[in-house]
């Protein structure tokens, strides 16, 4: 019968009798498998991983902020090092290979990995920003007005920006109310209100 004071999970795992840096290696390669699992987990039942990670460590989590795509230093990147760091050093330590070769190559193994984090989420960013539609490119378009604009109030306008139908709220540039159906033309922008003219 197996006692459970024998029970040891370092044996389990491997590093029942490790040494200083196997302790280092492992230690990384659990706290960031932890970290990503618990984070991925999190993601995956509604996007509530930024929330609880803030609160429980204090950290700003910005996911999808234009700093997250390009800076390697995200949350997400230093996972991604303790993680690789951790695995590729026990494995070169487990390989028979020196001290310094280990740390080398967990080294070289984070950083690729951290690198390789910031590079997709950098991808991730661009596909997010692809179809959105800077206002000022709207200058020039036409369209079709789409609720009544009030001489001195605001309607709305539908334009084609892009290949795709859009719709903003607009004013009229001439102070004249322009009925629902119209054809307009947009002059110019006014914070995020289209300034548009009868065509």
Do not use: C
Not at 5 to 17: A, I, M
């Amino acid at each position: 019968m197996v006692d459970i004071n024998d029970f040891n999970l370092f044996d389990l795992v491997g590093l029942g009798n490790a040494t200083g840096l196997e302790w280092i290696f492992g230690i990384s390669a659990l706290l960031g498998g932890i970290l990503f699992l618990l984070w991925f987990v999190l993601m995956l039942i509604g996007g509530v991983a930024e929330g609880v990670f803030e609160g429980l460590f204090g950290l700003e989590i910005d996911v999808m902020s234009s700093d997250a795509s390009f800076k390697a230093l995200t949350f997400q990147g230093v996972m991604a090092f303790m993680l690789f760091f951790g695995l590729a050093g026990l494995w070169v330590l487990k390989s028979d290979g020196s001290d310094p070769i280990a740390v080398a190559a967990g080294g070289i193994a984070g950083t690729a990995s951290m690198y390789g984090t910031a590079k997709l989420f950098e991808v991730f960013m661009a596909m997010q920003s692809t179809g959105n539609v800077d206002i000022k490119d709207t200058v020039g378009a036409k369209g079709q007005v789409y609720l009544i604009i009030p001489h001195e109030g605001v309607g709305q306008v539908q334009i084609e920006t892009n290949g795709s139908l859009s719709t903003y709220n607009a004013r009229s540039h001439d102070r004249q109310e322009i009925s629902t159906g119209r054809l307009v033309q947009v002059v110019d922008t006014m914070g995020e209100v289209l300034l548009v003219e009868r065509i």
